[in-house]
């Protein structure tokens, strides 16, 4: 079997390839900080995200590495915060570019973790991968741009020559799992609020958690892929779009508008910041549609309808 290895691999996107990997019958290695007693086949080694260890063998001989390590963002963005989002990305790389070079086999690929916030907040035509990277005062993303850059740049300067290394950059994963974006939405829709958010203007980029791992396997055996690579369906919607068909598929009429206003007030009481909410996010995957990926779930209607009927 073929090994796969997942640093970071405790939260939704983790599990969800892991399971992934597994059940196309390859070896799944986890690396966490709180490894748990493993009951599904998937082996799972302590690691701190911070410095090499006993750990670095796991990733001998590995046909690819995946870095998904990093502080949630969903929280407020004071000063300590945003050193511990900063620094638990851009050290977990750097930990596992040195943890590459020790090895005597290294991994074919390394995947690693970015985020398609990296463009420049629009509401004109969609991002490729040469999409303009820059801070926009109006979606107060200047730190979350700041995190994507330093993020990707400790990749790029990892010292791994014979590993192929990938730069994620992965709109939001919808996906069953009770702490996903789409249960949020869903329960919100469920029960009334599902109206658009601010003007509903923006943008959303997103994919389907089986298009998202479809689309990591794509990456790791195609070797010509290297760089950054926009992670997402092809068809980014309006948020008002978006609350429109996540009405339409749960059977909710109506649904109650969030202003500008209350969206800061909730983003206070929820410790959390706006910018994930009101940011104009239009990415395409240009790289993977030109490499001859194709998408089992391009419209968002159909992704929803097919993680409402998963539930049944």
């Known amino acids: ?16 390839l892991a399971s992934h990997f597994l059940k196309s019958g390859h070896a799944v290695t986890v690396l966490s900080r709180s490894p748990q007693t493993a009951t599904t086949g998937i082996r799972e080694v302590t690691w701190d995200a911070g410095r090499t260890g006993d750990w670095v063998r796991e990733l001998e001989g590995a046909l690819a590495v995946i870095n998904l390590a990093g502080r949630s963002v969903n929280c407020r963005y004071h000063a300590r915060n ?11 790389t750097e930990v596992i570019g040195q943890a590459i070079a020790k090895c005597q086999v290294p991994p074919a690929v390394w995947l690693n973790a970015s985020t398609a916030t990296i463009y420049q907040h629009t509401f004109g035509p969609a991002w490729d991968e040469a999409g303009e990277i820059r801070g926009t005062p109006e979606a107060k993303d200047e730190f979350s741009i700041e995190v994507a850059t330093q993020w990707e740049k400790a990749l790029n300067q990892a010292q791994t020559s014979a590993t192929r290394k990938v730069a ?9 799992h009770k702490n996903s974006v789409f249960s949020m939405l869903r329960r919100l829709t469920r029960l009334g609020l599902g109206g658009k958010m601010g003007d509903g203007r923006q943008f959303v980029s997103w994919i389907h958690e089986t298009d998202f791992c479809r689309a ?5 055996t195609h070797d010509t892929l290297s760089g950054p690579v926009n992670i997402c369906a092809p068809n980014p919607v309006l948020n008002a779009e978006m609350m429109r068909t996540f009405r339409e598929v749960f059977s909710r009429p109506l649904g109650l508008p969030a202003a500008g206003w209350m969206l800061k007030l909730g983003a206070f009481a929820l410790r959390t910041e706006t910018e994930l909410i009101i940011k104009s996010r239009r990415v395409i995957p240009a790289r993977l549609i030109e490499s001859g990926f194709t998408f089992c779930f391009p419209l968002l209607r159909l992704a929803l309808e097919d993680l409402r009927n998963s539930e049944s």
């Open 82 to 92: 945003r050193k511990l989002i900063l620094e638990s990305r851009v050290r977990s």
């Open 168 to 176: 994620l950059r992965a709109a939001m994963v919808l996906g069953a």
């Open 1 to 16: 079997m073929k090994k796969i290895i997942l640093a970071g691999g405790s939260g939704f996107l983790g599990q969800t």
């Open 216 to 220: 990591i396997e794509w990456l790791i």
